[in-house]
């Protein structure tokens, strides 16, 4: 069984440690944890591992957040991997900091990552690991916050929450969509 799994963010530096790049930063540190590398290949930062005799294809796109439908479409095709074994890792606004949400499908919320996903996909039937960023700033400040990086605070809780994120993804592979949710949410 094979499973494409999306972190979403924007490649530079600038954008290492931002709120936007928590999939980069989730996925970089489930391959860390199974001793893969990641290299750069068509749209995408890519690397494989092995869990439970399943197989986890780990992308980041290189096409930035706005186009990341493009690196997941082209991937999704050339490993053949159906639509329900996908899973796109991503920040949300509408959730406290910390929070997970695995949901089966949903609305894109205007994040326009998930837009351009749905758009290419033709779907919003694919899962998706939601990673709580908080909505602390002031009107019309949202995109500012989003590229900011993580509060000292935050930071301090960030390796924790980022390794049950992994085990969430592994979990997705192993036990199902529904059992995963039901043991991760809430």
């Known amino acids: 069984m094979k499973y494409l799994i ?6 530079g530096p600038e954008y290492e440690k931002t709120r936007h790049n928590i999939g980069f930063m989730i996925l970089d540190d489930l391959a860390k944890e199974h001793g893969a590398t990641f290299k750069l290949d068509k749209h995408a930062f890519i690397t494989e591992i092995k869990h439970k005799g399943r197989t986890y294809i ?11 439908g493009k690196a997941i479409r082209y991937w999704m095709q050339d490993k053949k991997v159906p639509v329900d074994n996908i899973m796109v890792v991503t920040d949300d606004i509408a959730l406290p900091f910390g929070k997970i949400r ?5 609305s894109n919320g205007g994040h326009n990552g998930l837009k351009n996903i749905e758009q290419l996909l033709a779907t919003s039937k694919y899962p998706r690991l939601r990673f709580g960023v908080g909505d602390e700033f002031a009107k019309g400040k949202q995109v500012d916050y989003v590229l900011g990086d993580f509060s000292k605070d935050q930071e301090d ?8 994120c992994g085990e969430a993804i592994l979990s ?3 036990i199902g969509l529904e059992r995963t949710m039901n043991f991760f949410n809430g």
């Open 58 to 68: 780990l992308i980041k796109p290189t096409t930035y957040m706005n186009l990341s």
């Open 6 to 11: 999306a972190g979403l963010g924007n490649i």
């Open 157 to 164: 809780y960030l390796p924790s929450l980022i390794g049950k």
């Open 172 to 174: 997705f592979g192993s």
């Open 102 to 106: 695995i949901r089966a499908k949903g």
